[in-house]
């Protein structure tokens, strides 16, 4: 699903730009025949929110894409995403009867947000008064008039505008549709753990059926590190992601936190389950710190649920010449919404 479309320039090549709050990440990829292919790769760090704009100054002036098009993506708490129950009727009359409906599900005015609607496959027929669920997605104006403000002052013209946690489920389809598809019955839930956040987007076959975003993520990690060894920021980052023998030590100092995050997790299992009635089968974790030191185990013990590690990359073909590959795979488990951004471009 996308929020924001535009009618300009259908290319068959086009950057997608994950903007985050710590790093920006961009993949320059063109569609050829069924395939992806990876034409050029750049990320750089963001000190701070107000050197957003320099940072993708930056990557557009050193990365050398040829064409300015992008696909970027906006989240937070302006951006909304609520599953509702209303009377069975055509898309086309949702589009208008949800206008009226909204203001039960956002906490803003209709005015203020672009809002897109979904119907979903269950639906409730043995009843009266027949029911759907409906996945409903308001984004506030000032926030897509912001994103588009900063993209049009690096000198790139924005073609798409998706939300974060569904460009995660389009990379995750991406890969399922190369291993033949997900089941349409199955139920798989998402991960990823980002800077300042926690995406989660559970699939019933390649639907989304539930997003949620929690604010405990790296960043939360790196603090704990920094407590227990009274380091500074950069220093515990630095051990977080590279504890060699200290790695019991690390997954010590990270354990509460850990469990915080398990816990809110497992909460959007159990909402999803009491909503929907379908049991969450498979975990899949992705983001930068997806391999922490006893992550992978913790979820396991707390989820019951098998837990894997996924490679965003690996249906991409990637044009080797243009690319540092081994700093490509260093970011491999980052890249999931930029890949899922990416995956648009098949569509045009």
């Known amino acids: 699903m996308s929020v924001l479309d535009s009618l300009l320039g259908r290319g068959k090549r086009v950057v997608a730009l994950d903007i985050g709050s710590s790093e920006i990440k961009a993949l320059e990829v063109a569609a050829s025949g069924q395939s992806i292919q990876l034409q050029t790769f750049a990320s750089t760090k963001i000190g701070n929110q107000n ?12 990365a050398g894409f040829r064409t300015k098009r992008v696909i970027s993506s906006v989240s ?16 086309e009359d949702l589009k208008q009867a949800i206008r009226f409906e909204a ?16 119907i979903l496959e269950d639906s409730v027929k043995d009843s009266d008064q027949p029911e759907m669920k409906v996945l409903l997605v308001a984004v506030r104006k000032s926030l897509i008039d912001e994103h588009l403000a900063l993209l049009q002052e690096a000198g790139l013209q924005s073609q798409i505008i998706d939300v974060d946690a569904f460009a995660l489920g389009n990379a995750f389809e991406l890969r399922a549709r190369a291993q033949g598809g997900l089941p349409p019955e199955k139920v798989v839930a998402l991960v990823d753990i980002g800077a ?8 019933k076959g390649p639907i989304s059926y539930f997003t949620r975003e929690v604010y405990l993520a790296g960043n939360d990690f790196t603090e704990a590190v920094s407590r227990k060894f009274n380091l500074d920021t950069q220093e515990a980052e630095r051990l977080k992601c590279e504890p060699g023998d200290q790695a019991p030590e690390v997954e010590e100092a990270i354990l509460p936190t850990l469990d915080d995050l398990g816990n809110e997790i497992q909460l959007s299992f159990d909402y999803f389950e009491n909503q929907f009635d379908r049991v969450v089968e498979e975990v899949y974790i992705s983001g930068g710190s997806a391999r922490l030191p006893g992550l992978q185990r913790a979820f396991e013990g707390a989820f019951e649920k098998s837990v894997v590690f996924w490679n965003p990359l690996e249906n991409l073909e990637v044009k080797a010449d243009r690319i540092d590959v081994n700093a490509l795979n260093h970011y491999a488990s980052q890249l999931a919404v930029a890949v899922g951004l990416a995956s648009r471009v098949r569509r045009w």
């Open 76 to 91: 937070g708490r302006s951006v909304i995403v609520r599953y509702v129950s209303m009377a069975q009727m055509p898309e």
């Open 103 to 118: 203001d039960k599900y956002i906490p803003f005015e209709v005015e203020e947000v672009v809002m897109d609607t979904q």
């Open 51 to 62: 050197e957003t704009i320099y940072a993708i100054r930056e990557i557009v002036r050193h």
């Open 196 to 203: 300042n956040k926690t995406n989660i987007n559970i699939l």
